[in-house]
């Protein structure tokens, strides 16, 4: 079983300061982990991805997040909020030994104060 | 644009109707998924089809059905509809059916249908 705990539901930032998105996960088996991002009445879209390849994973738009086996966690960080990444944010994770199914976490809504 | 469709964009019927969603993969991806984003649930795996072929079956009622047609397109049928089954419903596409080891087999999200139910 796979499940995603997303500890902030929402989280405020200045522009220009940095953004921290808290996630952890759960699963049986060697998972792979992302982040997509939803802006209003949009669809999601894939920011970046773990598949068991190096920890530190860079995204689009300036965001990275590390994959830390030993705490199950997978944070979302930026080091500069800017106005247009006010939005949803969702970890999700996939068991690689059950196929393809995603499990998302609740999701953290960002909002970027000027 | 992630190459997959979804129509209508926005559905609002009544309670006890019968809707279908309709989804059209990106050019070349087998398989198809279906997932319901709501306000209590948060975001939700339905089901999933592979080449025709129902491969997954996540949190999805019994009112509920899919198919994956020969041409690949998807449609999702909502009968008896609640109130509660108010929702963004997205579909996504893949190449694969599959996760082969440690290798993503990446979805592609279409826009959505959001369905209010009156």
């Known amino acids: 079983a796979q499940s995603v705990t997303q500890l902030d539901s929402h989280v405020s930032v200045s522009e220009g300061t940095p953004v921290l998105l808290r996630c952890n996960y759960s699963s049986s088996y060697s998972p792979s982990l992302f982040w997509y991002v939803q802006h209003p009445n949009k669809g999601l879209q894939l920011l970046l991805k773990?598949?068991?390849?190096?920890?530190l994973v860079k995204g689009i738009n300036g965001f990275e997040a590390e994959f830390k086996k030993s705490e199950t966690s997978f944070h979302l960080t930026k080091p500069s909020a800017h106005m247009s990444d006010a939005a949803e944010y969702f970890c999700?994770?996939?068991?690689?030994?059950?196929?393809?199914?995603?499990?998302f976490g609740g999701g953290t809504r960002l909002m970027v104060k000027p | 644009d992630s190459g997959v469709t979804q129509t209508p964009k926005h559905l609002i019927t009544a309670t006890g109707q019968r809707v279908t969603l309709r989804c059209s993969p990106r050019?070349?991806?087998?398989?198809v998924y279906w997932y319901q984003q709501s306000l209590d649930q948060g975001l939700q795996f339905l089901i999933q089809y592979y080449n025709g072929e129902e491969r997954a079956k996540g949190n999805i009622l019994e009112r509920f059905s899919a198919q994956q047609f020969p041409d690949l397109h998807s449609e999702l049928n909502l009968s008896s509809l609640e109130l509660g089954d108010s929702a963004l419903y997205f579909c996504a596409s893949s190449v694969r059916g599959t996760s082969s080891g440690p290798s993503y087999n990446e979805q592609f999200f279409g826009p959505g249908t959001r369905l209010t139910v009156l």
């Open positions: 050019s070349g991806d087998l398989s």
């Open positions: 773990y598949t068991s390849a190096a920890t």
């Open positions: 999700v994770v996939t068991d690689n030994n059950a196929g393809n199914m995603l499990t």
